[in-house]
């Protein structure tokens, strides 16, 4: 039987467990956490086959190993996990940075795995095990960025691994990666946070905090982040941050413009300010953008399920096994393209 290990049995990590766990794939999960409370939390979750306390027990013998910590950790999980690794072991992360952590695996994990970088765009404000949900990643683009000398079929592992929990696979390099997430992600909590701050720090905060509404709600929704997981976004992927706040800042100065114009606001540029962004929220709810072709299933360069992943998750079980699991995965809905 393959084995799954999951390090980090938070949010996210139990959230996958659950996942994995309702997939078609008949494999192993096995969980650890340096955090007593997470792991029973997770233990309680069902997600799990089996939670170890240490480290090394949970990543001897793994087929696949997950690094679903805050990001700032994963690189002392990984020197500490180094010697366990078993050969050919595809080492993942679910990490909403990738430059940092790619940089960490190439210097840390030893030369006989091969690291494929993830993340699964998505998640909710509230933290723990307690919080997961296995339906989380369903219709979400997943995020591979491989290392440069990660196997094809660790790649296409992880492919059907983000398959089969209902994923969409969303092929892309690093720098994309940290640029565009800053862009979609890590601006939104930015800003979220930075409206709570400046309303709540307020003197007249006691009578502003009646009056707000579902609008400010909405808008302060990510503020209640886990504040460690924001913190380690910010540390390992500063500099994309910061260009996308800065674009944001002049695009909120030329709003103040307008408002401060001699003479009076412009009611008619205002209201075309306006429209523009109706429209454009329209058309990206109703997913009119330019085609990302790189959203799909295995690359034709990458091996298919059956020439890799059949070692790696069927092979050991036998050929009615195997057949058993495509069949499994072609007539899940979760899975047609």
Request: charged share 25%; aromatic share 6%; with cysteine.
């Amino acid at each position: 039987m393959t084995t799954i290990t999951i390090v980090g049995t938070g949010l996210m990590g139990t959230s996958l467990a659950l996942a994995i766990k309702g997939s078609n794939l008949e494999v192993d999960v096995i969980g650890t956490d340096y955090d007593s409370t997470a792991r029973s939390g997770a233990q309680k979750s069902g997600g799990f086959k089996k939670i170890e306390a240490r480290l090394s027990s949970a990543i001897r013998g793994a087929d696949v190993v997950v690094f679903a910590t805050p990001v700032m950790a994963m690189k002392e999980m990984m020197q500490s996990a180094a010697g366990d690794f078993q050969e050919g072991c595809v080492v993942t992360d679910i990490g909403s940075s990738k430059r940092a952590v790619l940089e960490w695996a190439e210097e840390v994990l030893p030369k006989h795995v091969s690291f494929v970088g993830g993340h699964p765009m998505a998640g909710r404000e509230k933290s723990g095990p307690q919080n997961a949900d296995g339906t989380m990643f369903k219709g979400k683009p997943y995020c591979i960025i491989p290392s440069a000398t990660a196997e094809k079929s660790a790649v296409s592992s992880i492919t059907t691994l983000a398959e089969s929990i209902g994923a969409k696979p969303f092929f892309i390099s690093v720098e994309e990666h940290d640029s565009f997430v800053a862009a979609a992600s890590h601006l939104p909590f930015m800003l979220s946070i930075g409206l709570m701050n400046t309303t709540s720090s307020s003197p007249n905060w006691e009578d502003i905090g009646p009056l707000a509404s579902s609008g400010f709600e909405d808008l302060t929704r990510l503020a209640s982040g886990d504040p460690t997981m924001h913190r380690d976004i910010c540390v390992t992927n500063a500099e994309p941050i910061v260009a996308w706040m800065d674009a944001f800042i002049r695009e909120l100065y030329d709003l103040r413009n307008m408002l401060a114009k001699e003479g009076g606001p412009d009611p008619e540029a205002i209201g075309k300010v306006f429209e523009e962004a109706v429209d454009s929220r329209a058309r990206w709810q109703a997913g009119i953008f330019s085609t990302i072709d790189r959203i799909h299933g295995a690359s034709p360069e990458i091996p298919s399920f059956a020439e890799s992943m059949g070692e790696m998750f069927v092979g050991r079980r036998g050929m009615e096994a195997q057949k058993k699991i495509l069949q499994g995965l072609k007539d899940d809905p979760a899975n047609r393209k």
